[in-house]
């Protein structure tokens, strides 16, 4: 592995990264994704890729993204200065500017700070709930997966916030307690099917719908809301991504 050459095309990094044994971090797999990333912002370059091999492509992504998080949650945890170690997860300027992004773009569409929010998809490492808090955003952090649940609320415990966790599935919780509903870019995208269901379902009039989406190449990353999303509930803006950030922010009223 460390003598793997970084790919200077998508397609050729694509085929290195499915290629590869493990996504478990290490600096080798973690030099592969900032180089994808980089090519993805640059906008430079064909794509090349087939439908299927897109899909793959954000299959892996997700993959090692998971095991990311999950390795510096446990690490933040075990550390003698949780915040301290927190700064350094390689990605953190990135989540307190999307944060800042989002929180300003709620400011923009009249609506209030929310009250109650379900930060649905929160992983291991739930770093946008956790920033959105600085900015007043009080709420319950939703995910179906165990192990992601364990260790957030372990990283909650360890960092003294005031966030809860709930273990569920996005597309079976009753939303109308929350008067906004902060829908991860995984759990929103394609393969969301169910959540917007339920939220359509379940959710109070009025209340706020935040989605996050991406456009363009990010797409290579993660996946679009669904085109329907759009009929479902009312649009009230779209925020598109400073440079080095990945996803869009969409807010519906519901």
Request: aromatic letters at 8%; hydrophobic letters at 40%; a negative charge.
């Amino acid at each position: 592995m460390s003598n793997i050459a970084v790919p200077s095309t998508i397609p050729t990094l694509y085929r290195t990264l499915a290629s590869l044994d493990s996504y478990e971090p290490s600096p080798e797999t973690n030099r592969l994704f900032s180089r994808l990333v980089t090519l993805v912002l640059s906008d430079n370059g064909s794509i090349d890729l087939e439908e299927t091999a897109i899909n793959n492509l954000r299959t892996i992504c997700a993959t090692a993204e998971y095991r990311l998080e999950r390795h510096w949650s446990g690490r933040i945890v075990e550390s003698d200065d949780p915040q301290t170690t927190l700064a350094q997860f390689p990605y953190i300027e990135n989540y307190q500017r999307l944060a800042v992004m989002e929180h300003e773009g709620l400011v923009e569409t009249g609506a209030s700070v929310p009250d109650h929010t379900a930060f649905v998809g929160g992983g291991p490492l739930p770093l946008s709930a956790l920033y959105l808090a600085n900015h007043g955003w009080s709420g319950t952090i939703i995910d179906h997966n165990p192990e992601a649940v364990a260790l957030a609320r372990a990283l909650i415990s360890a960092l003294e916030t005031d966030l809860s966790i709930h273990l569920a599935d996005g597309a079976v919780v009753d939303y109308a307690d929350y008067d906004l509903i902060h829908v991860a870019a995984l759990v929103g995208g394609t393969e969301g099917d169910g959540v917007f269901d339920q939220i359509e379902a379940t959710a109070d009039t009025g209340s706020v719908l935040l989605a996050r989406s991406a456009h363009g190449r990010r797409q290579l990353l993660y996946p679009p809301l669904p085109d329907d999303t759009f009929d479902r509930f009312h649009h009230r803006q779209t925020v598109r991504p400073p440079d080095g950030i990945i996803n869009s922010a969409v807010y519906f009223q519901v």
